[in-house]
Structures are given as C-alpha cells and as structure tokens.
C-alpha cells in the first residue's frame, strides 16, 4: 500500500538522510502583478482571448467566465461588480460562470487569496477591452468618435442620447480577438459598483432552502453512495462480506477495487445503513505506525532540505539583550461542517463530475489518469459546497465518485463522506517548529535576528493520481509522489517565514520535511499562520527586552507606509493607548503582510483569562486591513472577520489528536472548536480603500497576526509566554502555575 | 408508511421507522435546508423545528414523528418573501459558506418563537449546539438581535429593549 504511511515508515526505518542544500535568496516583495511589458494582465496571460472571460450574445445577453470557484469568500459577487463595472451595467445584468473545465479558462486552484490577483484583473481588462471594442464598432454607425461614447445599460450611447445595444454589434466579430497588454480602465473616482458594499449573489439560496450546494444536486436517477475507508494509512483490506450486504434493502451495487470498498443505494439512508454493514464486515491488515510518542522529535529526525530563505550581514552595535524561543504548531484540520461530496456520472464513456475541489483541471487530469481515461473524456464541474478553508477532502470525494459511477454507468451517484471519515482522511495543516534568536541594541533597535522553521509540505493537491487518497488504495494503486517546496516568495512552510522589520543583519533558513508521517497538504495561510505567530510573539518578546509598547516597536521597526497605516489604524480603533486591563484581561497586537507580497493586516485583542481554570476568551478584536482597491467592502470584512474567529479556534483549541495505529480525533467532541460562548463580544474591521491599486486578496490575512496577538494578550494578562499551538485551557493553566 | 407534517403538508412517508428525519426531508420530500454535518447531533447543520423545539434531525427517528409538527427553513419563507429572520439574514449578510445557515436560522428561530426579544446572553446560550466553520457568528448573532430588536421595538412600551 502506498500513500503518506509508506514515505514514513521509510523514513522512520532509516532517520539518517542526505542533507540537500539548496541556496535561493528570495526577494522580499515582488511588485508587479499586474504584469509586466509584455505580461498580460493576471490571467489573461495564459488565456488571452477575451471571449474566454466575457461573452455576449445578439439578444443582449452578457456572460462571465471565471476559472475561479465560489468557497464561500464572495467571489461571484466581486467578479460580477468588476465586470459590471467596467462594461457600465448593472451587477444584475450579467450572469457568471465558475470553474467547469469544458466551458471556463484554466486558472488553476482557487487558493492562496490569488482569486481576485489572478481572475479578477484578468476580468477587468477583459470587460474594458471589450467595452472598448464596443464602442469602436458604435462609432462609424452613430457617426461619433469612440472616445465620446459611452457604456450604459447594455448600449452605446451618445452624448445626444442616440444608442445602439450590445447585441447588435456584432458580438461574435470579437470571439478570436486578443487581449492587448494594457486596457483603458476606467478612474476608480468614477467607480458607479466598485467600491460599494453589494450583497452576496449567493446568499439568498442559502439562506431559503434553494439549491446551493453540490451536496443538494438531485439529477434523474441519481443513487447515493457510501464508503468505507481505511481505518489507518496504509490499512489494507483483506475481506469483507461483500455477498450479503449486496443483498440489503434499496442496495444497487458494492463496489471494491482493491481496498477501496463502497456502496450504491436508492436512498441515502439506505446507503448509509448498507456502509456500516459492509465496515462491520471488513476485516483489515493494520497499516504504518504513527509517530505518537514525541511528535516534534520525530520531524526533526526526519531527513530534510534546507533552504536559505535571507542571509544578509550588516555592521550593527552589539546586542545588549539576545533571546531565542522555539514555537510550534500541532497537526489541524480544515473540519468542513458539511463532509466532503460530489455526484459522478459516467455515460457513454465520458465522465462528469460535480465537485467542490479547488482545481477543476488539476482534479480532471487526475481522475483521468486513475481511471486510464483521456482528459478530453473527464469533465469537472465545480460546484459549492461547504467551506473547504484549503486542500480538503473534496477531491478524495470526486474521485470516489467517479470509481462508483464507472462502476454503476447511467446514473449519476452522489457520494457524501460521513463525520469520522472527513476527520480522520483529510489531508491536514502540518504540524511546524519555528526557533527564532534575535537580538536588540542597547537603543531598543533590532540589530540581529535568526529564524528557522521545519514543516511537511503545505500542497499535496492532486496535480496526479498519486495525491487523491483513494487511488492510494486500488488493486492496482498510484503512489503519492514525493512532494516538492513551494518556491518563495510564496512559500509554503516558509510563508512568511521573513520579518518584514528593519533587521540588518537576517538569515532565515527552512528545512523542508518531505516524508509524511501524517496525511498533510494546504490549510489557509499554509506556513503563514505559524511563521507569523512565531514572529509576532517574538517582536512581543524583543519588544519586552527592549522595554518598548509593542506596538510603537513594530512601527520603530516599519518603513512601508501601508503597513505603518494598518498598525496605526488597528491600534487606534482597539483603543491601544488609553487601554487599561481589567484583572485577568490583557492586550495583544500582532501584524503582517500576507506572503510579504500580499495583503496587509494588523489585529489587536483584547483576552480575559480565568485565572482558576486557564480558560481564555477573546473579549474584543480591532483589525485593519489594506488589500489594495477594495472591490466588495463589506465582503472584505466578512473575510477578515471570519479568519480572527477561525483562526482564534485553531490558536485557542485546535489539535488533531491520534495514537499509534490511527487519528482519534473522529468528531466534534475529540477535536473541539469555538462555540458560541467563545465568539468576542466584538470584532471592529477597518478597511483601509486603496482605490486603483492592484488587489492583494484577503482570505487568508487575518489568519496569522490573530494567532500572535491572542498569545501576546495573554502574556499580557498573565505574565507567561505561551509557544506552543494550540494554547489550550490546560496549558495555560500549567502555565501560571495554579 | 408514517406520515409526517412538514411546512404545514401531510406527507405519506415510504421509509423504516429509524430512518433519520434528515434523510427523508432530503430525500423522499426533496427539501435542501437540513444539511448533513455530522450525524451524530454534535454540529446543527440539520437543526429544524418539532412542535417549537429546535431538533437535531440527523438523530431523530421519524417513528417518533407522526402526529407532530415540523417545520424546516423552507417553511419560513422563500427568496421573493423571506421571513424576518430570513431577511435580517440577508441584510447582515450573515453568511460565507452558508452550511450551518439554514441550521441556524432554524434554532434561532424557535427560540425567537418562545421569547421574541431575548438578551444577548440568552441567544449565544441558546445557539452553543451550532457550529460554524468560516467565523460568521458575530454576524449571525447581529442578525438574531436584529429581529429580537424590532420585536421588542413593537411590543414593549418602555425602556426594556433586548442589547
């Protein structure tokens, strides 16, 4: 059996590794992202035809195509107001298309808070370039020079009021047109939709019982299965009683290949009744031991690739104070409310696939290539589903349902996953380590600082067969290939892993863990959130030396003006300076630049710490965020909002627990997040509008400043540093020592 | 054949007696709001109403159903004519992936049902059973007292508004 237990137990059996040394000094920003002299504007430059993104038709109608997918983060909207506003019609006017490899352009995941870098600079340019083309066409007939006629509503209009619709301008002329490099924009100050706070598109469904989710899709015929997985990495099936629970109520098939055991029923009850027969029945080889004595030992023995991330010199006054402190980060899991899903339908020897991946093309070459089918023959078509926060189980589920739908050909199969099944197979956050040294002056400067962290990858997404879980698992199975660093300056384990301070002399090393004792690949913010949480505690810890306000530190140690802007700008809506504590309560401050490229967030809490029991609260949150021109205001505080309460559960809750043989974090009571009681009181975000600035994305930048400050806060009401993620209730409480 | 009350409609109900209500909503009667979370009562996702009481419906048998009165977020309101709450929903956009929503909505619902103006410490007690995963609560907990405001607003007098 392959997968993740086997590069482990290789491992674990040799724990001697070659040192690779790899020496990439990586730039700390990369500016131009809205391309270069020759680039095209983000995705246009791998699809430039403008018919791929905008379409129109003779009788008016306007289509927008995006490769980007809808998780929940308000995309749709965004992309709508952005088109909208560039072709001067109402948001309402235009209906969207999402990621489907047969109609969409190929924008690959919809991850790394790239959705509106990528596909919503590549609409922009689009709809202007054609609204340009438009007018153009308009000029000879309405007898008016082009750049004195304008968009509205769906027309050419003159300035005598004198129109000509879209549709009758000829829309299939421009199908082979290509994107030119630059477009005429329009002046953000004229901004009619941009910039304004629009209602979600999606919501309305939501929230009234319509079809919203893949999880909802009801096609004719439709069966509904279930699976039975692994009860380990690397378990292998030896027998189950495959007879009899063929023989149940409402069940069409059983399905094993391999150790990849599942069920089709007529109803999902039935289905669900027939899997725990058919997992009652199995009978399983135990698979590869985990490494549940001392986890954090155990990585560091692995063998791994060091990566020299800064190393610079500078002639600096002596430290008066060193410090250095190890930080870590335990296994976390994206725990999707709703298990992951997907209908299958395979038909005339072609295969669809309604899924909720974040990459419907990676996924189609993969499924592809399991199931020795050409791509041309796969087709993905995304649909919502429940919040994926990274590389879930979503593709896993796809491709259970094409091994089940190949199997019962005609109808289309609907696969859910059950809790414990999402719990335990799902590729998880990795757990990290972070050291940082670091010294200040006798001036309270930065003038030395030394970090290193040790991580798994942060990607195992199905670029192949080898990473959807279940191909692990077939007769004839597919192995997971050995992963590879993500190149800074985005970086995976090493996101962030750069002080964006003034620090002259900096040498930042990662040392990339390639075996994978557990299954692990992309959590929001992948490294992000536990580089920054190291950093951010350990400004807090020179600060301190220093005997500096942590947040005029940050501000001594900041040149950029944006992240001046959002530090100030957090502090002053938190109230910093006149703050005064209750007993038990404390402060904490915390900021980044997401990817140090990206988007700027600064967050500050305030925690009331129960002295007796070690149970912390955030009591109250002020953030600031700059990612660039704001497109959806309102949509921007949704995501920032949510990523400090997210993020507060991972730092406050959040460890994938598991002993020798398997994970025993199974459910919401062996893996516990933040319930109500735990939710602040408030949560202020500042958005701080850069009209006609290239856009930074915002899902993931709260993540990482949010676990820092809570930590700080807590130092704070306590006097003891926590390191350790998560901080629990237990650890705080041995922590102050009652 | 059990026959159920769902939405103010008597359904015929072909399925056993320990079949989850959830799947039967679901399936056999089409309605998408009650989402599967976790089977096991443990997240809400599936939270519809029992003669006033918000339920769990992944773990409710419906051999104890018959004769009683369900109703489910498709019973509120509709997107032409959302319900208050619906609306105030809508109006908070209170929602990123909107999983748990319909769920929520639900055990908001039958609590806004037996006390119109609750406190703010009364909803975030009465809404612990429900997970969200994206962090929506402060806007979920906005809609809620939204609604507990303008009925509070429009039955008491004097000075006792809900925070």
């Known amino acids: 059996m392959t997968g993740p237990a086997n590069t482990a137990r290789r491992a674990f059996l040799a724990r001697t590794g070659a040192l690779v040394v790899t020496f990439s000094l990586a730039p700390l920003d990369v500016a131009a992202q809205e391309g270069g002299a020759s680039k095209l504007p983000g995705s246009l430059d791998k699809t430039p035809l403008l018919d791929s993104w905008i379409r129109l038709t003779s009788d008016g109608t306007i289509t927008v195509f995006t490769g980007k997918a809808e998780l929940g983060q308000g995309v749709k909207t965004a992309l709508i107001a952005l088109a909208a506003e560039e072709l001067g019609v109402v948001p309402a006017a235009l209906s969207l298309v999402t990621a489907d490899t047969q109609r969409t352009p190929n924008e690959g995941y919809t991850a790394g808070s790239n959705s509106m870098k990528d596909s919503g600079t590549a609409i922009r340019n689009a709809a202007a370039q054609v609204r ?27 300035d005598d009021g004198r129109r000509i619709a879209f549709g009758e301008l000829g829309a299939e002329r421009y199908a082979e047109v290509r994107a030119k490099p630059v477009s005429k924009l329009k002046d953000p100050s004229t901004y009619a939709v941009v910039g304004k706070s629009l209602p979600r598109i999606d919501i309305p469904a939501k929230v009234t019982g319509g079809v919203a989710y893949v999880q909802d899709l009801r096609l004719p015929g439709m069966l509904h299965a279930r699976v039975v997985c692994p009860p380990g990495y690397g378990a292998r099936l030896s027998d189950a009683d495959v007879a009899s629970v063929s023989k149940m109520p409402g069940v069409v098939n059983v399905f094993r290949d391999g150790s990849v055991l599942g069920v089709v029923a007529r109803y999902e009850f039935e289905a669900i009744r027939a899997m725990r027969a058919l997992a009652t029945s199995a009978r399983w080889e135990r698979g590869t031991p985990l490494p549940n004595d001392d986890l954090f030992a155990a990585l560091r023995a692995l063998p791994s690739q060091e990566i020299v991330n800064a190393d610079r010199q500078a002639d600096t006054a002596p430290a008066a104070r060193t410090l250095d402190a190890t930080y870590t980060r335990a296994y976390q899991m994206h725990g999707s409310i709703g298990p992951s899903c997907a209908v299958g339908l395979f038909d005339n020897g072609a295969l669809t696939v309604w899924t909720h991946s974040q990459g419907v093309y990676p996924l189609r070459a993969s499924i592809a290539e399991m199931l020795r089918m050409p791509p041309e023959r796969v087709r993905c078509i995304h649909t919502e589903g429940s919040g994926c926060y990274g590389h879930n189980a979503a593709d896993d589920a796809a491709a259970h349902a094409a091994l089940l739908a190949r199997a019962v050909p005609g109808r289309p199969i609907r696969i859910q996953w059950m809790r414990e099944q999402e719990h335990t197979c799902e590729p998880y956050g990795p757990a990290m380590l972070a050291k940082h040294t670091g010294g200040v002056d006798a001036s309270g400067n930065i003038v030395a600082w030394t970090g290193a962290s040790w991580s798994n990858s942060h990607s195992t997404r199905p670029g192949g067969a080898g990473n959807l879980m279940p191909a692990w698992y077939l007769a004839t199975p597919f192995s997971q290939p050995t992963p590879k660093p993500i190149p800074m300056p985005e970086g995976g384990g090493d996101r962030n ?3 964006i301070y003034t620090v002259p002399t900096l040498r930042i090393v990662h040392h990339f863990i390639p075996d994978m004792p557990i299954r692990v690949s992309a959590l929001r913010s992948l490294g992000a959130y536990v580089n920054v949480f190291a950093i951010e505690s350990f400004v807090d810890e020179l600060a301190h030396a220093a005997g500096a306000d942590p947040v005029a530190f940050r501000l001594r140690h900041l040149t950029d003006r944006r992240a001046r802007a959002v530090v100030s700008a957090a502090a002053t809506r938190f109230g910093w300076e006149g703050f005064t504590s209750p007993r038990g ?3 904490g401050f915390a900021f980044a630049r997401y990817k140090n490229l990206a988007a700027y967030c600064a967050v500050a809490v305030e925690v009331a710490v129960e002295h007796e029991t070690g149970r912390t609260r955030v009591v109250r949150t002020a953030a600031a965020i700059d990612s660039g021109q704001a497109v959806n205001p309102d949509g921007l505080r949704n995501q920032i909002e949510g990523g400090i309460v997210q993020s507060m559960s991972w730092t406050l809750f959040e460890a994938v627990a598991f002993d020798s043989t398997r994970i025993t974090s199974v459910d919401w009571s062996t893996y516990p997040i933040a319930r109500f009681a735990d939710i602040p009181d408030r949560i202020d975000v500042e958005v701080i509008d850069r009209p006609g600035e290239p856009f930074l994305g915002t899902g993931e930048a709260a993540q990482g400043p949010t676990s820092a400050a809570i930590a700080n806060a807590i130092a704070h009401a306590t006097g003891v540093r926590l390191r350790n993620l998560p901080l629990t209730r237990e650890r705080i409480k041995a922590a102050i020592g009652v | 054949m059990i026959e159920l009350d769902v939405n ?4 015929a109900i072909d399925a056993d007696g320990d079949t989850p209500l959830l799947y039967v909503l679901r399936d056999h009667l089409a309605l998408n709001g009650a989402k599967f979370g976790c089977g096991l009562g443990q997240c809400g996702a599936c939270t519809v109403i029992v003669d006033g009481k918000a339920i769990f419906s992944c773990v409710t048998p ?8 369900i109703r489910t977020v498709e019973g509120l309101g509709t997107i032409e004519q959302p319900s208050p709450l619906q609306r105030a929903f809508l109006d908070e956009q209170a929602a990123q992936c909107g999983y748990c929503i319909a769920g929520m909505i639900m055990r908001a619902q039958a609590l806004l049902d037996a006390n119109p103006s609750p406190t703010d410490a009364e909803i975030r007690a009465h809404m612990e059973p429900n997970l969200c995963r994206c962090g929506t609560h402060m806007r979920i907990l ?6 507990a405001q303008q009925a509070s607003r429009t039955s008491k007098p004097s000075g006792s508004q809900a925070t």
């Open chain 1, 132 to 158: 340009e083309l438009l007018l153009e066409r308009a000029s000879p007939k309405l007898g008016v020079p082009a750049d004195r006629l304008r968009a509205r509503d769906g027309y050419v209009v003159a």
């Open chain 1, 497 to 499: 892993s750069i002080p």
């Open chain 1, 585 to 587: 309560h404390g402060r």
């Open chain 2, 8 to 11: 103010g409609r008597k359904h």
């Open chain 2, 62 to 69: 419906i051999s104890v159903l018959a004769g009683r009165v």
């Open chain 2, 142 to 147: 906005r809609a809620i007292r939204r609604v």
